[in-house]
Nanobody, 115 residues
């Protein structure tokens, strides 16, 4: 099992920045993909960004050039730097880890961007 805990959500004005962190613990494979998803009220959960254990990254078109995903050298913590935030970025952000063909999720952290 893998446990994921997110930190860093909150309220920010449009144009501001936030940094989310997600710490993984438990039985962590050296080969995995860590990602951030988000879900706004009344909408489906969507992929925001992901990073593989080799460091390859992928972003949703809506956040390219504004968000940046990274992970630490132990590969147990993933970060999401969010710049130039917009009201439409308001959502619950979930950390996700994929390994062994399984998906593990954090509890989510609220990000609210005021206009």
């Amino acid at each position: 099992q893998v446990q994921l805990v997110e930190f860093g959500g909150g309220l920010v004005q449009a144009g501001g920045s936030l940094r989310l962190s997600c710490a993984a613990s438990g039985s962590i494979s050296s080969i995995n993909v860590m990602a951030w998803y988000r879900q706004a009220p009344g909408k489906q959960r969507e992929l925001v960004a992901r990073i593989t254990s080799s460091g390859s990254t992928d972003y949703a078109d809506s956040v390219k050039d504004r968000f940046s995903i990274s992970r630490d050298n132990t590969k147990t913590t993933v970060y999401l730097q969010m710049n130039s935030l917009k009201p439409e970025d308001t959502a619950v952000y979930y950390c996700n880890q994929q390994q062994w063909g399984l998906n593990f999720w954090g509890q989510g952290t609220q990000v609210t961007v005021s206009s």
